[in-house]
């Protein structure tokens, strides 16, 4: 253990990354990092600020125009993405043991979804690089008369990419935005969470490891409203791919469009769990209780409001909350644990309100009280049943582990419920029949809606979300759109 304990604090970087280089400049205060399961500081990272961004978008604009990079082939992008895959993988024990050591979240699923995800996408996306390819177009120009016209579509990269990410999946969220935008030929500025800055601090030094020219993924640390902003507002940036709460993602996509640059928006979500009464009730009671408390509620895509058919209404929301009570809190590094610590002590404090809000507004609470550890931002998993469509818990993001029920009589009035919201990022349907499944996936308002499970995600299905959840979509083939600009050529010749 004591050596185990030695992997991740050795891979604790206190700088940022730079034109490939360490930097450690900083505007003001250093800011300290955490470990949620106990509360201590585990880093000082930089204030990266105006400057620190200037600097970067400096050494992107350049790796971009003048490097490297811009003329490689699309067969040596996807080697290097390839090879990046590899040292993650190589580097899991670190990688795994930093991420759950900064985020506080099951080790197991930072191998399994940190680690081991990001590798599969950076080599699904690895692949695109070289199936980029624009159209032939067939003009029908009439003038002047003896001249014909070639024309086609070239796909750009977009440029200088400011990648702006959350902390409930600090690796794969910067995995997500890097690896389409490698794939395209972008340069990247990378501003991960000030909670979470360490696994992507590793990630760029890995990625100079795989080949990536100096310049071409950099990472500055620093908080939202000044080194975020100021990447947003940067001139030098073409393009600014967010991912994180719906109020920033307004002020961020209120700057681009002043701008013009290009965006991406994947914001929060409260997407609901419909269950059917002939759905297999066991699997949909363990399915709805994994859909809310998986990396405890941290899920943009989480099950938060849980819609049940009301012959088995108590059964299911009872079940859930049976499970909800027997789980074990505990540190992300103990193979007993569950459920491990929120992010930090004020989001533990935000949610915690809300549960307080849940009680005073007269929701049936059927798990959430008891003992937590003493140290470490832990709440336990909630269940409020019967809670109303204008409630506060059931209407806004809470991004913990607490989940809403409500009865529902019809498969109109499930629909009616499950689209009652302003976010539309994902949803699932638990039943057998499927004539209900077409019409209630057709009719669920949201970006990914799930048959029989939830929260499944994979390269090859585009993500984002409808509504409030946000703008465009990340993976597959969409993913590798939103980095490219289409520019048309036309060309005239003599016709004889
Ligand atoms: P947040 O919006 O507070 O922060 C996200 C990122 O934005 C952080 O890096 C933060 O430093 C930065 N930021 C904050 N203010 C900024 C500003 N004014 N200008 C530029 N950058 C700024 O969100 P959070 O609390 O870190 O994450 C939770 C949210 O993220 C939830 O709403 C969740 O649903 C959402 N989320 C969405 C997805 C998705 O794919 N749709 C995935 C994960 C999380």
Redesign the pocket.
Known sequence: MGQDVQVERNAIREHMIIDGKPVSQSQGPTIPVYDPATGQVIAHQPEAGAQGVDLAVRAARQALEQGEWGKMLPAQRERLLLRLADLVEANADELARLETLNNGKLLFFSYGLEVAASAQWLRYMAGWATKISGELLSPSIAFPPGINYHAYTRQEPVGVVGA??????PLL?AVWKIAPAMAAGCTVVL????ETPLTAIRLAELALEAGFPAGVINVITG???ST??A??AHPGVNKIS???????GK??GHQAINDMKRMSL????KSPVVIMDDCDVDMAIQGAANAIFFNQGQV?TAGSRLFVQKGIYERVVQGVADLASSMTLGSGFEQSTQIAPLISARHQQRVQNYIDVGRQQGGRMLAGEGARPEQGYFVRPTVFADVAPDARIMRE?I?GPVVVATPFDTEAQALALANDTDFG?GASVWSQDLARVQRLTAGIKAGTVWVNTHNMLDPSMP?G?YKQ??LGREHGRAAVEAYLETKSVCMAYPAA
């Open positions: 702006i990410v959350p902390w409930n999946f969220m501003k991960p969470a000030e908080r939202g409203e975020g902003a990447l947003t967010f991912t994180g709460s719906t109020e920033v002020l961020i994947e914001l929060g979500g943009c993001e991004f990022l993500f979300g959840s946000g």
